[in-house]
């Protein structure tokens, strides 16, 4: 009678393969490093795209725009709130869009503020008084000795009247302001600077005198 035995090449106990197949540990260090390829691919092209995107470089889309303004079309007490059409001029995109600021004369120079509240985005009102509340940054008063603010619609977030954001608002940081040049007597705007509470005064744009 023959003997019944086990074949040479059948599967063993321990998880080891004929050499045909592939080990457990072979499956799996496949499959974990497949998943790993996948997440790293997924998560690097945004920073890949992020770096050559032009226009979330700095300075992207920070052409000067010419306006129609004169630096005699502003004073020291109050923001005037003035628009002008900001060129988008980059490797992408060539096209000019709407945009207004608020501008003060501060120091000898302008101050040429966003109207983006640095809370959520929303758009800030100018010309809103509250004595109610406290401010950061010099005081500063209108005509009839009301304090001055910038107001936010959203979440109320005020600001002083060098955008410069009041402690007990949601807005962390002051309002952004704008590079500028004066050329042939008219303010050239370039891109926004962001400002902190310790540099709300920095302002590193010529004079206008
Ligand atoms: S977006 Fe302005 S206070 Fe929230």
Redesign the pocket.
Known sequence: MEKTGTPANARDTSGHASKKGITRRQFLTYTLGGTGAFIATTMLTPLVAFAVDPLRREGGGGALSPTTWRVSDFNESLPTHVTYNQHIDDAWNSHDVPNDVYVIVYQNKLMIMSHV?T????H?DGSFTNTAQTISGPAQYDSNGQKYWFH?P????VYNNYGVNSPS???PTPLDIYEYQIVNGYVHVGRNISRTDSTWDVNPNPTIA
């Open positions: 509240c809370h959520l985005g929303c800030v936010c959203c979440h109320g977030s608002s949601p807005a």
